[in-house]
């Protein structure tokens, strides 16, 4: 009788929980045994923490990091009539956002080996209603942001920064999320930094959009019950700060050991015909995903089903071809790298907690795929 081997999961985080169950169970306890659930010293005092380690003085914790994206969007003014440059080739999330703002998304293509945003066709698309750019740090790996910074100020555009996956990515030591005007963050529970639950959060260095994006999170309201705007509900819980402060403490440990697993698979994948995750000069890639890319992926992927090893395709179709979204968002130019990404890539197995033998075992099939 064969024997089926355990299977590997591509994201496992219960065992991001066990590997810190007794600090989040204090810290949970903590929260129960104060009586205070919303918006309390967990919260802000996470808020605190987590600005520190981005190197900016404002964070704000709210509900997801789609309602991050949303009012730092709302914040910075975007709104009905206003186009915002991103790209496709990401979570719906990031488009979900720009809509909700009455924006419009228009999309430029990735580039080839980081699959994030194409500086380069930025200007190709601006238009007098363009009001900001939305680069989406990919995978782990920070978009060209002194070159974007650069284009930005020259046409006197906003640029907000999406870092849901790139927790603790850096461009010659200055953190994502350090960049831009504003930047969003994701705490679901698969991230480098995972809730158990949902959470998210808006970082910035300016006091005034610190501000509006606080009013804004609860109701628009300055004076409790007295709305001065029209806002959202959209509030960090204490239990999720608190287990979030946890993590943070280890999240920089946790990245190192991302990075030594990705090692791993770039030493024991070197001689395939994958195409490999690739980081530009000066860049510490926060390797939320390792995503390989090869034109047979739907094969591969079954292959390593069949082995008990579970993948991920981030993403199977761009946002312009879903049929959410088809023939109505502005598409001004050709979009042939993000279509063959989605045709190409698949996520591996990739966690802290994911051991050599493991990782081994991944690029042991993977060479057996590869050899038949």
């Known amino acids: 009788m064969s024997h089926t081997p355990p299977p590997i999961l591509q994201a496992n985080p219960h ?13 949970i306890q903590r929260v129960l045994n104060s009586g205070w659930y919303i918006l309390g010293k967990e919260v802000s005092t996470f808020e605190e923490e987590f600005a520190a380690f981005i190197g900016v003085p404002h964070a704000i914790g709210v509900g997801n990091g789609t309602d991050a994206l ?28 720009i809509e909700l703002v009455g924006a419009t998304p228009v999309f430029v293509d990735i580039e080839t080996d980081s699959y994030t945003l194409d500086v380069k066709q930025v200007e190709a698309v601006l238009s007098p209603r363009t009001k900001a ?49 504003v930047a969003t963050f994701s705490f679901y529970p698969t991230k480098n930094l995972g809730a158990l639950g949902d959470g998210g959060m808006v970082v910035c260095t300016d006091t005034t959009l610190a501000e509006s994006v606080r009013i804004l999170r609860e109701y628009g309201w300055k004076h409790r019950y007295i709305s001065e705007v029209p806002g959202l509900n959209s509030r960090l819980d204490e ?3 608190a287990i979030l402060r946890v993590k943070l403490r280890h999240c920089e440990e946790d990245n190192q050991r991302r990075r030594l ?22 860049i510490v890639h926060a390797c939320h995903l390792y995503v390989i890319a090869h034109k047979d992926r739907d094969a591969l992927q079954q292959f390593l089903r069949h082995r008990n090893i579970m993948t991920g395709i981030h993403y199977p179709l761009p946002v312009h071809q879903q049929l959410a979204y088809q023939d109505r968002l502005l598409r001004p130019l050709p979009l042939p790298r993000s ?5 190409q890539v698949l996520s591996l197995p990739l966690y802290p907690e994911l051991t050599d033998a493991q990782a081994a075992r991944v690029i042991e099939a993977i060479l057996e795929w590869h050899a038949s």
């Not at 920070?142 to 906003?158: K, N």
């Not at 090692?263 to 690739?278: D, I, K, N, W």
């Open 133 to 181: 750019v939305l680069p989406i740090h990919l995978y782990g790996h920070p978009v060209d942001m002194p070159a974007l910074l650069d284009i930005a100020r020259r046409h006197g555009l906003r640029v907000i920064e999406d870092c849901a996956q790139a927790h603790g990515a850096a461009i010659d030591g200055r953190k994502t999320g350090a960049w831009g005007d």
């Open 239 to 241: 239990l999720q700060a």
């Open 15 to 27: 065992a991001s929980y066990l590997a810190y169950k007794h600090e989040i169970d204090e810290a």
């Open 70 to 97: 949303e009012l730092a969007l709302r914040a910075c003014g975007i709104g009905a009539g206003d186009e915002v440059i991103t790209v496709s080739h990401t979570a719906v999330a990031t488009v979900a956002a």
């Open 339 to 343: 279509e063959k990404a989605a045709r």
């Open 261 to 282: 697993l990705a090692r791993q698979y770039e030493q024991g994948l070197a001689r395939t015909c994958l195409r490999l995750p690739a980081s530009a000069a000066g």
